[in-house]
Protein backbone atom coordinates (compact mmCIF):
# COMPACT_ATOMS: atom_id res chain seq x y z
CA UNK A 1 0.00 0.00 0.00
CA UNK A 2 1.36 3.55 -1.07
CA UNK A 3 2.26 5.52 2.06
CA UNK A 4 1.61 9.03 1.16
CA UNK A 5 -0.82 10.22 -2.27
CA UNK A 6 -2.19 13.30 -2.78
CA UNK A 7 -4.79 14.50 -5.22
CA UNK A 8 -6.15 17.59 -6.87
CA UNK A 9 -9.44 18.98 -8.08
CA UNK A 10 -10.44 22.69 -9.49
CA UNK A 11 -12.93 25.08 -8.51
CA UNK A 12 -15.49 25.23 -11.09
CA UNK A 13 -16.87 28.71 -13.08
CA UNK A 14 -20.86 27.81 -14.70
CA UNK A 15 -20.26 30.25 -17.59
CA UNK A 16 -24.05 29.53 -19.06
CA UNK A 17 -26.93 27.59 -17.37
CA UNK A 18 -27.00 27.18 -13.74
CA UNK A 19 -30.38 26.36 -12.26
CA UNK A 20 -31.73 25.70 -16.03
CA UNK A 21 -29.52 22.65 -15.71
CA UNK A 22 -31.32 21.05 -12.84
CA UNK A 23 -34.20 21.22 -15.43
CA UNK A 24 -32.08 19.30 -18.22
CA UNK A 25 -31.16 22.76 -19.69
CA UNK A 26 -27.46 22.37 -21.26
CA UNK A 27 -24.59 24.05 -19.45
CA UNK A 28 -21.29 25.17 -19.93
CA UNK A 29 -18.88 25.22 -17.04
CA UNK A 30 -14.85 25.40 -16.83
CA UNK A 31 -12.66 24.27 -14.09
CA UNK A 32 -10.03 26.85 -12.93
CA UNK A 33 -6.79 25.82 -13.09
CA UNK A 34 -5.47 28.46 -10.59
CA UNK A 35 -8.06 27.82 -8.09
CA UNK A 36 -7.36 24.20 -6.59
CA UNK A 37 -8.27 21.40 -3.75
CA UNK A 38 -5.49 19.10 -2.45
CA UNK A 39 -6.11 15.85 -0.55
CA UNK A 40 -3.29 14.34 1.20
CA UNK A 41 -3.79 11.11 2.42
CA UNK A 42 -0.61 9.65 5.12
CA UNK A 43 0.09 6.53 7.09
CA UNK A 44 -0.47 7.05 10.78
CA UNK A 45 0.19 4.61 13.52
CA UNK A 46 -3.47 4.42 14.77
CA UNK A 47 -7.12 6.55 14.28
CA UNK A 48 -8.73 8.31 11.19
CA UNK A 49 -8.29 12.31 11.56
CA UNK A 50 -9.08 14.84 9.25
CA UNK A 51 -7.26 18.02 8.52
CA UNK A 52 -8.69 20.99 7.09
CA UNK A 53 -9.89 24.71 7.50
CA UNK A 54 -13.22 23.71 9.36
CA UNK A 55 -12.28 20.76 11.43
CA UNK A 56 -9.09 18.83 12.95
CA UNK A 57 -9.67 15.92 14.53
CA UNK A 58 -11.02 12.24 14.46
CA UNK A 59 -13.30 11.43 11.18
CA UNK A 60 -15.82 10.07 13.73
CA UNK A 61 -16.39 13.16 15.85
CA UNK A 62 -16.83 15.41 12.84
CA UNK A 63 -19.75 17.87 13.06
CA UNK A 64 -23.69 17.89 11.58
CA UNK A 65 -21.67 20.65 8.57
CA UNK A 66 -19.61 18.58 7.68
CA UNK A 67 -21.88 15.61 7.34
CA UNK A 68 -21.48 15.17 3.68
CA UNK A 69 -17.45 14.93 3.52
CA UNK A 70 -17.93 12.36 6.90
CA UNK A 71 -20.41 10.20 4.64
CA UNK A 72 -18.69 10.20 1.55
CA UNK A 73 -15.58 8.88 3.64
CA UNK A 74 -17.03 6.39 5.33
CA UNK A 75 -18.95 5.05 2.25
CA UNK A 76 -16.02 4.69 0.58
CA UNK A 77 -13.79 3.07 3.66
CA UNK A 78 -16.94 0.25 3.63
CA UNK A 79 -17.32 -0.07 0.21
CA UNK A 80 -13.14 -1.10 -0.04
CA UNK A 81 -13.01 -2.59 3.27
CA UNK A 82 -11.09 -0.74 4.66
CA UNK A 83 -13.40 0.93 7.46
CA UNK A 84 -10.88 -0.23 10.44
CA UNK A 85 -7.44 1.44 8.22
CA UNK A 86 -5.16 4.20 9.80
CA UNK A 87 -4.54 7.61 8.27
CA UNK A 88 -4.08 11.14 8.14
CA UNK A 89 -6.45 12.82 5.75
CA UNK A 90 -5.20 16.66 5.17
CA UNK A 91 -7.65 18.86 3.00
CA UNK A 92 -5.99 22.26 1.69
CA UNK A 93 -8.39 24.57 -0.88
CA UNK A 94 -7.75 27.62 -2.34
CA UNK A 95 -11.66 28.04 -2.97
CA UNK A 96 -13.65 29.88 -0.86
CA UNK A 97 -16.73 28.27 0.28
CA UNK A 98 -20.47 29.36 -0.59
CA UNK A 99 -19.00 31.15 -3.32
CA UNK A 100 -20.92 29.26 -6.27
CA UNK A 101 -17.14 27.91 -7.07
CA UNK A 102 -17.97 24.49 -6.20
CA UNK A 103 -15.95 24.18 -3.26
CA UNK A 104 -17.35 20.89 -1.74
CA UNK A 105 -17.85 19.63 -5.00
CA UNK A 106 -14.19 19.73 -5.48
CA UNK A 107 -13.51 18.48 -2.16
CA UNK A 108 -15.58 15.21 -2.68
CA UNK A 109 -13.77 14.86 -5.63
CA UNK A 110 -10.16 15.39 -4.17
CA UNK A 111 -11.30 13.05 -1.12
CA UNK A 112 -12.69 10.29 -3.77
CA UNK A 113 -9.44 10.20 -5.61
CA UNK A 114 -7.36 10.52 -2.80
CA UNK A 115 -8.75 7.52 -1.23
CA UNK A 116 -8.51 5.26 -4.41
CA UNK A 117 -5.27 6.24 -5.01
CA UNK A 118 -4.39 5.99 -1.10
CA UNK A 119 -6.00 2.27 -1.56
CA UNK A 120 -4.61 0.87 -4.89
CA UNK A 121 -8.31 0.50 -6.30
CA UNK A 122 -8.35 2.15 -9.96
CA UNK A 123 -11.56 4.67 -10.59
CA UNK A 124 -12.80 5.85 -13.76
CA UNK A 125 -14.76 8.75 -14.33
CA UNK A 126 -18.53 7.55 -14.42
CA UNK A 127 -17.44 5.57 -10.50
CA UNK A 128 -15.56 8.64 -9.06
CA UNK A 129 -18.82 11.21 -10.34
CA UNK A 130 -21.18 8.77 -8.29
CA UNK A 131 -19.24 8.59 -5.51
CA UNK A 132 -18.76 12.49 -5.08
CA UNK A 133 -22.62 13.02 -5.24
CA UNK A 134 -23.05 11.08 -2.48
CA UNK A 135 -21.29 14.30 -0.27
CA UNK A 136 -22.97 16.97 -2.81
CA UNK A 137 -26.84 15.17 -2.22
CA UNK A 138 -26.26 16.09 1.64
CA UNK A 139 -24.94 19.31 1.42
CA UNK A 140 -26.84 20.62 -1.61
CA UNK A 141 -30.12 18.66 -1.55
CA UNK A 142 -30.54 18.48 -5.47
CA UNK A 143 -27.86 18.82 -7.47
CA UNK A 144 -27.60 18.49 -11.31
CA UNK A 145 -23.74 17.26 -11.15
CA UNK A 146 -22.27 20.21 -12.95
CA UNK A 147 -19.95 21.00 -10.33
CA UNK A 148 -18.66 17.46 -9.55
CA UNK A 149 -18.27 17.01 -13.59
CA UNK A 150 -16.64 19.74 -13.82
CA UNK A 151 -14.48 19.77 -10.69
CA UNK A 152 -12.91 16.61 -11.83
CA UNK A 153 -12.30 17.73 -15.52
CA UNK A 154 -9.22 19.25 -16.71
CA UNK A 155 -10.99 20.89 -19.55
CA UNK A 156 -14.37 23.16 -20.08
CA UNK A 157 -17.87 20.88 -20.22
CA UNK A 158 -20.95 20.71 -22.52
CA UNK A 159 -22.83 19.28 -19.77
CA UNK A 160 -26.63 18.24 -19.98
CA UNK A 161 -27.75 15.96 -16.15
CA UNK A 162 -27.95 12.36 -17.14
CA UNK A 163 -27.19 12.64 -20.52
CA UNK A 164 -24.12 14.24 -21.45
CA UNK A 165 -20.58 15.48 -20.00
CA UNK A 166 -18.42 16.29 -23.16
CA UNK A 167 -15.48 18.55 -23.45
CA UNK A 168 -16.08 21.41 -25.73
CA UNK A 169 -14.04 22.95 -28.12
CA UNK A 170 -12.88 26.13 -26.57
CA UNK A 171 -11.62 29.26 -29.46
CA UNK A 172 -11.02 32.01 -26.57
CA UNK A 173 -7.32 31.85 -26.15
CA UNK A 174 -6.99 35.70 -26.58
CA UNK A 175 -10.07 36.76 -24.09
CA UNK A 176 -9.86 36.63 -20.23
CA UNK A 177 -12.78 36.28 -16.97
CA UNK A 178 -12.55 38.39 -14.22
CA UNK A 179 -14.28 36.64 -11.19
CA UNK A 180 -15.65 38.46 -8.17
CA UNK A 181 -16.63 37.72 -5.08
CA UNK A 182 -20.03 39.69 -4.16
CA UNK A 183 -18.96 39.08 -0.34
CA UNK A 184 -21.86 37.26 0.38
CA UNK A 185 -22.46 33.51 0.89
CA UNK A 186 -24.45 32.27 -1.92
CA UNK A 187 -27.31 29.93 -1.07
CA UNK A 188 -27.35 26.73 -3.39
CA UNK A 189 -29.89 24.78 -1.63
CA UNK A 190 -32.11 28.26 -1.17
CA UNK A 191 -31.85 28.62 -4.21
CA UNK A 192 -32.03 25.81 -5.97
CA UNK A 193 -35.82 25.29 -4.19
CA UNK A 194 -36.94 28.86 -4.57
CA UNK A 195 -36.90 28.09 -8.26
CA UNK A 196 -38.43 24.56 -7.71
CA UNK A 197 -41.38 26.33 -5.94
CA UNK A 198 -41.52 29.04 -8.72
CA UNK A 199 -41.69 26.10 -10.95
CA UNK A 200 -44.66 24.97 -9.68
CA UNK A 201 -46.64 28.07 -8.36
CA UNK A 202 -46.22 30.46 -11.16
CA UNK A 203 -44.76 28.20 -14.04
CA UNK A 204 -46.44 30.11 -16.67
CA UNK A 205 -43.69 33.19 -15.68
CA UNK A 206 -40.54 30.51 -14.63
CA UNK A 207 -40.72 27.88 -17.17
CA UNK A 208 -40.41 30.02 -20.08
CA UNK A 209 -37.21 31.69 -18.22
CA UNK A 210 -35.57 28.11 -17.70
CA UNK A 211 -36.31 27.25 -21.41
CA UNK A 212 -34.71 30.58 -22.45
CA UNK A 213 -31.72 29.71 -20.50
CA UNK A 214 -31.10 26.60 -22.24
CA UNK A 215 -31.44 28.31 -25.33
CA UNK A 216 -28.88 30.99 -24.32
CA UNK A 217 -26.60 27.95 -23.55
CA UNK A 218 -26.91 26.21 -26.92
CA UNK A 219 -26.17 29.25 -28.55
CA UNK A 220 -23.40 30.39 -26.79
CA UNK A 221 -21.70 26.57 -27.32
CA UNK A 222 -21.92 27.24 -31.39
CA UNK A 223 -19.97 31.29 -30.05
CA UNK A 224 -17.33 29.24 -28.24
CA UNK A 225 -16.61 26.64 -30.69
CA UNK A 226 -16.71 29.97 -33.58
CA UNK A 227 -14.22 32.31 -30.99
CA UNK A 228 -17.60 34.87 -31.15
CA UNK A 229 -16.16 36.82 -28.02
CA UNK A 230 -19.32 39.60 -28.39
CA UNK A 231 -22.03 37.20 -29.15
CA UNK A 232 -20.55 35.32 -25.74
CA UNK A 233 -20.86 38.71 -23.79
CA UNK A 234 -24.44 39.57 -25.60
CA UNK A 235 -25.54 35.81 -24.18
CA UNK A 236 -23.51 36.37 -20.64
CA UNK A 237 -25.89 39.88 -20.23
CA UNK A 238 -29.23 37.71 -21.57
CA UNK A 239 -27.98 35.29 -18.86
CA UNK A 240 -27.85 37.77 -16.21
CA UNK A 241 -31.48 39.23 -17.21
CA UNK A 242 -33.21 35.77 -16.89
CA UNK A 243 -30.77 34.81 -13.50
CA UNK A 244 -32.64 38.05 -12.18
CA UNK A 245 -36.30 37.79 -13.29
CA UNK A 246 -36.05 34.24 -12.29
CA UNK A 247 -35.15 36.01 -8.41
CA UNK A 248 -31.94 34.39 -7.81
CA UNK A 249 -29.48 37.75 -8.39
CA UNK A 250 -28.85 40.31 -5.47
CA UNK A 251 -28.44 43.98 -5.24
CA UNK A 252 -24.85 43.50 -5.05
CA UNK A 253 -24.98 40.93 -7.92
CA UNK A 254 -26.51 43.38 -10.06
CA UNK A 255 -24.20 46.55 -9.21
CA UNK A 256 -20.94 44.71 -10.14
CA UNK A 257 -22.64 43.54 -13.29
CA UNK A 258 -23.74 47.25 -13.92
CA UNK A 259 -20.27 47.86 -13.37
CA UNK A 260 -18.80 45.61 -15.50
CA UNK A 261 -20.56 47.05 -18.31
CA UNK A 262 -19.74 50.17 -18.15
CA UNK A 263 -16.13 49.30 -17.41
CA UNK A 264 -16.11 47.72 -20.91
CA UNK A 265 -16.51 43.93 -20.06
CA UNK A 266 -18.14 42.18 -23.33
CA UNK A 267 -20.59 40.30 -20.81
CA UNK A 268 -21.32 39.67 -17.30
CA UNK A 269 -23.55 37.30 -15.34
CA UNK A 270 -24.15 36.08 -12.04
CA UNK A 271 -22.34 32.62 -11.85
CA UNK A 272 -23.43 28.91 -9.61
CA UNK A 273 -26.61 29.30 -7.66
CA UNK A 274 -26.79 33.31 -6.57
CA UNK A 275 -28.37 34.41 -3.85
CA UNK A 276 -24.94 35.74 -3.04
CA UNK A 277 -21.72 34.19 -4.51
CA UNK A 278 -19.36 35.39 -7.03
CA UNK A 279 -20.22 37.12 -10.75
CA UNK A 280 -18.19 36.87 -14.06
CA UNK A 281 -17.25 39.21 -16.60
CA UNK A 282 -15.46 38.58 -19.77
CA UNK A 283 -12.82 41.07 -21.05
CA UNK A 284 -10.79 41.21 -24.76
CA UNK A 285 -7.48 41.92 -23.17
CA UNK A 286 -5.82 41.55 -20.05
CA UNK A 287 -5.32 45.40 -19.46
CA UNK A 288 -9.06 45.73 -19.63
CA UNK A 289 -9.45 42.99 -17.39
CA UNK A 290 -6.78 44.51 -14.45
CA UNK A 291 -8.86 47.76 -15.09
CA UNK A 292 -12.00 45.66 -14.46
CA UNK A 293 -10.73 43.86 -11.52
CA UNK A 294 -9.77 47.08 -9.60
CA UNK A 295 -13.06 48.92 -10.42
CA UNK A 296 -15.08 45.67 -8.90
CA UNK A 297 -13.15 45.95 -6.00
CA UNK A 298 -13.97 49.37 -6.00
CA UNK A 299 -17.77 48.80 -5.92
CA UNK A 300 -17.86 46.00 -3.35
CA UNK A 301 -16.18 42.75 -4.62
CA UNK A 302 -14.41 41.16 -1.73
CA UNK A 303 -12.02 39.51 -3.95
CA UNK A 304 -11.31 38.93 -7.62
CA UNK A 305 -9.50 36.36 -10.18
CA UNK A 306 -8.06 37.25 -13.70
CA UNK A 307 -8.10 33.50 -15.34
CA UNK A 308 -6.93 33.85 -18.92
CA UNK A 309 -8.57 31.48 -21.32
CA UNK A 310 -4.96 30.89 -22.95
CA UNK A 311 -5.04 27.22 -21.96
CA UNK A 312 -8.29 26.12 -22.56
CA UNK A 313 -7.97 25.21 -25.89
CA UNK A 314 -8.89 21.07 -26.79
CA UNK A 315 -5.16 19.22 -27.13
CA UNK A 316 -6.30 15.82 -27.52
CA UNK A 317 -5.59 14.53 -23.80
CA UNK A 318 -7.69 11.95 -22.18
CA UNK A 319 -8.92 12.70 -19.26
CA UNK A 320 -7.55 10.11 -16.02
CA UNK A 321 -9.28 10.37 -13.44
CA UNK A 322 -6.95 8.52 -11.45
CA UNK A 323 -3.66 10.81 -12.21
CA UNK A 324 -1.99 12.85 -9.46
CA UNK A 325 -1.23 16.12 -10.94
O1 LIG B 1 -23.02 25.12 -6.15
P1 LIG B 1 -23.34 26.36 -6.88
O2 LIG B 1 -23.78 27.47 -6.04
O3 LIG B 1 -22.26 26.74 -7.84
O4 LIG B 1 -24.63 26.08 -7.83
C1 LIG B 1 -24.73 24.94 -8.59
C2 LIG B 1 -25.47 25.17 -9.85
C3 LIG B 1 -27.00 25.01 -9.78
O5 LIG B 1 -27.41 24.91 -11.14
C4 LIG B 1 -27.64 26.24 -9.16
C5 LIG B 1 -27.45 23.77 -9.02
C6 LIG B 1 -27.03 22.46 -9.69
O6 LIG B 1 -26.95 21.47 -8.96
O7 LIG B 1 -26.83 22.42 -10.90
Not at 158 to 172: C, G, P, R, S, V
Not at 252 to 279: E, F, I, P, Y
Not at 284 to 296: K, M, N, P
Request: hydrophobic content about 35%; proline content about 3%; some cysteine.
Amino acid sequence: MTKKVISKSYAKIILFGEHSVVYGQPAIALPLYSVDVHAEISLEPSGQTLSSRYYEGPIADMSNNLLGVKTLIDHILNELGKSSANFKMTITSQIPSERGMGSSAATAIAITRALYQYFDVPLNREKLLKEALIEEKITHGNPSGIDTATASSHFPIWFIKHKENAQITFNLADYNLVIADSGIKGKTADAVSLIARNMVDDSDNTKPLIDDLGRIATEAKRAIITGDGSKIGDLMYQSQQRLHDLGVSTPTLDKLVSTSKKAGALGAKLTGSGLGGCMIALTDSTTTAQRLATELRKAGATQTWIQSFKNYGFNGEKQNDNVVQ
